[in-house]
């Protein structure tokens, strides 16, 4: 008998119709007689809507207690759905965080699992029921609750394919499964059948929010095989696995964009040796990542510009801790707020030569500046003007041939 991972997300439970809706695939899954783990996210909105009520109480609301009132979202769709399962004469049962208890281990609003108990949940498939378990929440060894990154509920069906060691790991979606870029974007957007997970991992951390990055680089970590899928229509979703077994007979696999990113520029900076760890050191002392570095071949052989890029969020505190920095004499500093990053991903890379300046000749065809550069073996990201976002992703969809 199969042993299951079945994750729903967000707008897969938005509504009670969606809730009864997923309670039938699962009965249906049953009747084939396979053991079942579901796990369930928020229902689409509320972890957002939780997050704003914080912030009307204060923009720097406690973390701690922010995990425990995010926490309710997927406690909710949990208990909704075992209920509705219930109603359909099948033997569900939720259990929350700590009543497994899903063990993690690091900051608030940012934990990872670490590990669960499977003596009760295993008990309880044995005898026939469906266990249905909250994503994106755990319990820290203090005993505190945790949340484990914005679209958790992924990495949760990830870590349970793992512990649980089951057959399969699927996870519903509103779309059909991983396209060559956001479908609901641009409609000419093609579905992928298959995928590395080192494509998939690149796709997710550029911004594909289709799968968790987190979750991507557990399931490559350990080798579980993921498939998303619909839970509205029955077509075929995609699956994402070991390369060992893909063609890469295309150069470019999909395209992504994010606009979480800022770019910062330092003016006439010393040229001087140390100078970049200078800058970069107390940015990284203070959690900031730093993303794509330019440094411009000074002029004089002096001075020289130094431009990079963090995440949004995060500008308010670089920019601080720039100011503070006593030992950069720059004559300015400016950031740019308003820029988005547009990747291209492909396995094929490795092989092809000139994509790169096929990529950067499609955005001059299209009048658009690049402001930075950054590339991997498979990889190659832009960072533009944010308003010029779909127009560029429209162009490289259309010159890798993925329309
Ligand atoms: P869930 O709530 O099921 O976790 P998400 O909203 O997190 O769903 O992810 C699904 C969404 O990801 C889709 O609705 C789609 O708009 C978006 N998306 C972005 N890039 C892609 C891509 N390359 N392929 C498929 N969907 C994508
Ligand atoms: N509800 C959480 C979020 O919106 C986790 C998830 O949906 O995966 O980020
Ligand atoms: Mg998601």
Redesign the pocket.
Known sequence: MKKKVLKF??TSVGSIERILHAAKIIQNELKNGSKLIIVV??MSG???ELIDMSKSVSNNFNKRELDVM?ST??QVSCSLLSGALNDLGINAKSWMNWQIPILTEGEHNNSRIINMNVDKINNFLKDGGVAVIP??QGISTTGDIT?I??????ATAVAIAKIFDTDSCEIYTDVDGVYSTDPNKIPLAKKIDKISYEEMLELSSLGAKVM?SSAVQTAMMYDIPLQVRSTFTDRLGTKIFNKESLDYSKVVTGVAYSKDDAKITLQSVEDKPGIAADIFEPLGKNQINIDMVIQNVSSDGKTTDITFTVKRNDIEKSLEILNKNNKIKSKNISFKNNVAKISIVGAGMVTTPGVTYKMFRALAEEKINILAISTSEIKISVIIEESSTLKAVKKLHNIFNLD
């Open positions: 997300g967000g996210s928020a509320r972890t957002n995010l979202g997927e994503g994106y949340t990154g914005r679209g958790g509920s992924d968790q």
